[in-house]
């Protein structure tokens, strides 16, 4: 796992921004086309605007598959996921070759079976992911399923995360905020080519070290990046403030 600080949230996104840039244009020149993956929430903000603000991507040549969603939530509702990536990236680019948004209105099981099916005849170049304030890698949560093949599944969001949610105003009580959700499998994520995990705020401190420096554990889910082949961790100067010494060294 490499990892890279910068002083602020705004400079980390243009970092990471263009680092996901660099790979999917690659993807393209080499294999014709580029699947990609994407998060959301606030932590995702700046590196989706930069992104969408990079110069050369054919992005009709781009499929994108979704990290996680709320079940039961509507798309109108201001903590969709799916309304996010329509209003911050979907609807900023020319129209994608695909974008496999999860429903989280439909069947949840028929929902996972049809992702899955989906992604599994696809080779993800690069996915942009983030770490919960409890460590949790998309919407795995701890005690995280390290072991399922299943590309999507239906976790129970925990306490922590769902007080997250609320915290970043996504819900005006913690009643509001949905108690499942369909998530991108652990090994499903592990399975990209590349990973560029953006971690802005100082509110990601303690989840951040113990991503890097604490071992492998379901406990701290975002620990199973360091077991990636190239994955890189984005930070600004806040969510860096725990790590030791010799780790941003």
């Not at 071992?215 to 990636?228: F, M």
């Not at 890189?232 to 010494?245: I, R």
Request: contains cysteine; hydrophobic residues 40%.
């Amino acid at each position: 796992m490499n990892v890279s600080i910068s002083e602020n949230a705004r400079e980390l996104g243009k970092v990471a921004g263009a680092a996901a840039s660099a790979i999917i244009w690659q993807a393209i020149e080499e294999n014709g086309n580029a699947n990609i993956i994407l998060a959301t929430g606030t932590s995702q903000f700046e590196t989706i605007h930069q992104l969408i603000s990079e110069e050369g991507i054919d992005w009709s040549r781009v499929v994108m598959f979704h990290l996680d969603e709320y079940i039961g939530l509507p798309i109108t509702h201001p903590a969709s996921f799916r309304k996010y990536l329509q209003e911050r990236f979907i609807s900023k680019v020319p129209a994608l070759n695909a974008a496999y948004l999860i429903n989280g209105e439909a069947d949840p099981k028929e929902e996972c079976e049809r992702l899955g099916r989906l992604i599994s005849r696809s080779t993800i170049d690069v996915a942009l992911v983030g770490i919960g304030e409890n460590g949790h890698l998309a919407f795995n949560d701890p005690p995280a399923n390290f072991e399922t093949e299943q590309p999507y599944l239906i976790v129970e969001l925990d306490e922590a995360c769902r007080k997250q949610q609320l915290g970043e105003g996504w819900f005006t009580s913690i009643d509001e905020v949905p108690r499942q959700a369909i998530s991108m499998s652990v090994k499903q994520i592990l399975k990209s080519k590349h990973i560029i995990c953006s971690v802005p705020d100082k509110r990601k401190a303690m989840a951040v070290k113990n991503t890097v420096e604490q071992g492998v554990s379901n406990l701290y889910p975002a620990s199973i990046l360091q077991q990636h082949a190239d994955c890189t961790l984005y930070l600004d100067k806040g969510s860096a403030a725990q790590l030791s010494a010799n780790t941003v060294s």
